[in-house]
């Protein structure tokens, strides 16, 4: 069977032609030139040549975070599962006290007092009444809590472990604070509604 004959576009020049196979492909510039029905047309069911790179730059991106997440995660755990370091500090022979000061080596210096240098463990202790924390060098722990006076210690992670504070739409109730009666909540300034009970009807009992 012989060939529909294939009638250009008015107005199409060779020209256009060229710079449409440039830009779209030899195929796609074809269906551009030719007077054909719109529903065939190549563009609409072509998609992008660039489409498959830019799908791998989206998961490359995606993946290069993923793994900058999971090294901060495990940078994270390895800190918290420190609970000692070595480091170098002053201790004062009359005072028996361990510190890291300057300013205190200097003060039991003009005091007369021996002070040598030591490499000992500095530590983190967290009191068991008000959770508040202190360094500790050469296990050298206070007789009580300088907040609250308790006497119980224990142990934590140098670094203390990161915990995400919620943010205020977490907080936010879908319908808003709901309160079981309206007229139930005295408002400062305002004269508080009097509650009664309801007189019962004469033809209740009926």
């Not at 196979?21 to 065939?40: N, S």
């Not at 490359?60 to 800190?79: I, S, V």
């Not at 000992?120 to 360094?135: A, F, K, L």
């Amino acid at each position: 069977a012989p060939k529909p004959k294939l009638v250009a576009k008015k107005g199409v020049t060779a020209a256009m032609v060229r710079k449409w196979e440039e830009e779209f492909g030899k195929k796609v510039a074809v269906q551009m030139a030719l007077d054909v029905d719109p529903r065939k047309d190549l563009i609409r069911k072509q998609g992008s040549r660039f489409q498959g790179i830019v799908d791998q730059e989206r998961k490359a991106k995606r993946d290069r975070r993923l793994a900058e997440l999971e090294a901060e995660d495990d940078a994270q755990e390895k800190m918290e599962a420190v609970t000692s370091i070595k480091i170098g500090a002053y201790k004062c022979r009359q005072c028996a006290a361990t510190f890291d000061s300057d300013a205190t080596r200097v003060l039991c210096e003009e005091k007369g007092h021996t002070v040598v240098r030591v490499q000992v463990n500095r530590t983190r202790w967290e009191c068991s009444g008000c959770r508040q924390s202190q360094d500790v060098l050469d296990r050298e722990l206070p007789s009580h809590c300088r907040k609250c006076n308790a006497i119980a210690w224990k142990q934590v992670p140098l670094r203390r472990v990161k915990r995400e504070a919620p943010m205020e739409r977490d907080m936010l109730l879908p319908r808003g604070e709901e309160l079981k009666f309206v007229n139930s909540v005295h408002i400062p300034g305002q004269q508080a509604v009097n509650k009664f009970r309801e007189a019962s009807e004469d033809y209740s009992g009926l």
